[in-house]
């Protein structure tokens, strides 16, 4: 069983869609967040959530958007999706806060494509 | 300041050959601890080993093993008689205790790509 498991894993969609990608957790964390990994692999984190409530919101346009509807799982949408939007997001989960000493477990990525 | 710096941005051995990624990071706290991650072509980040500042053990599982040390702000990552699976990009990370400097984030280094030519 995939521990944190995203959806989709390819997504593919023109300039001014909106777009949502799917997060699930079954390690029974309290903490879930989204990663996004640029062309250079350079990793950045978007949002944290504890127990659905969010703890960390980067600079993010407020294109972006999660959704916590319980703690194993976090949601991205995305509106009006722009060319710079295409990247590789990560969901991920820890057990506690994300700080010293918590491992963070990632899902296999969403790659995403603005055309 | 928190930072991690992998400079090496690209490896390339040939199989069986030992090689070893470098990891040199910057902390003002005394409790923090050091991650390695490794992203094969397939693209997911596998979770390889959490180190926490006050154990300097080295560690060791398998072909990989990890060299820490204070002195020198450094946490390095060996792999023994590399295997062409060994291919990825690995990534070292940091996450410190002060709230205000980090605000409990990880610190990410810019990974190194390792390429283990058959």
């Known amino acids: 069983d995939t521990a944190v498991s995203q959806t989709p894993k390819y997504l593919v969609t023109q300039m001014g869609n909106d777009k949502s990608i799917k997060c699930e957790q079954n390690?029974?964390?309290?903490?879930m967040y989204w990663y996004k990994q640029d062309s250079k692999k350079f990793l950045k984190i978007m949002f944290s959530?504890?127990?659905?409530?969010?703890?960390i919101n980067e600079t993010v346009p407020n294109r972006f958007s999660p959704k916590s509807p319980d703690k194993a799982h976090l949601n991205l949408h995305i509106n009006s999706l722009e060319l710079g939007d295409s990247a590789v997001y990560f969901c991920?989960?820890?057990?506690?806060?994300?700080?010293?000493?918590?491992?963070?477990?990632f899902g296999e990525g969403s790659w995403l494509t603005v055309v | 300041a928190q930072k991690v710096t992998q400079a090496q941005t690209e490896i390339s051995v040939v199989e069986k050959e030992d090689v070893t990624l470098d990891c040199v990071y910057e902390?003002?706290?005394?409790?923090?601890?050091l991650f390695w991650y490794k992203q094969p072509p397939s693209g997911e980040l596998v979770f390889l080993i959490r180190?926490?500042?006050?154990d300097e053990q080295n560690e060791i599982s398998g072909r990989y093993s990890w060299n820490f040390q204070k002195s020198t702000s450094s946490f390095n990552f060996t792999i023994t008689a590399s295997q062409v699976v060994d291919s990825a990009v690995y990534f070292c990370?940091?996450?410190?205790?002060?709230?205000?400097?980090?605000?409990?984030?990880?610190?990410w280094g810019a990974g190194t790509k390792l390429i283990i030519k058959p």
């Open positions: 390690l029974g964390h309290d903490t």
């Open positions: 902390t003002r706290d005394t409790t923090y601890y």
């Open positions: 991920a989960s820890s057990q506690g806060l994300q700080g010293p000493g918590n491992t963070i477990y």
């Open positions: 180190r926490n500042s006050f």
């Open positions: 990370a940091l996450s410190g205790s002060l709230l205000m400097d980090s605000n409990y984030q990880l610190i």
């Open positions: 959530y504890n127990n659905k409530e969010l703890i």
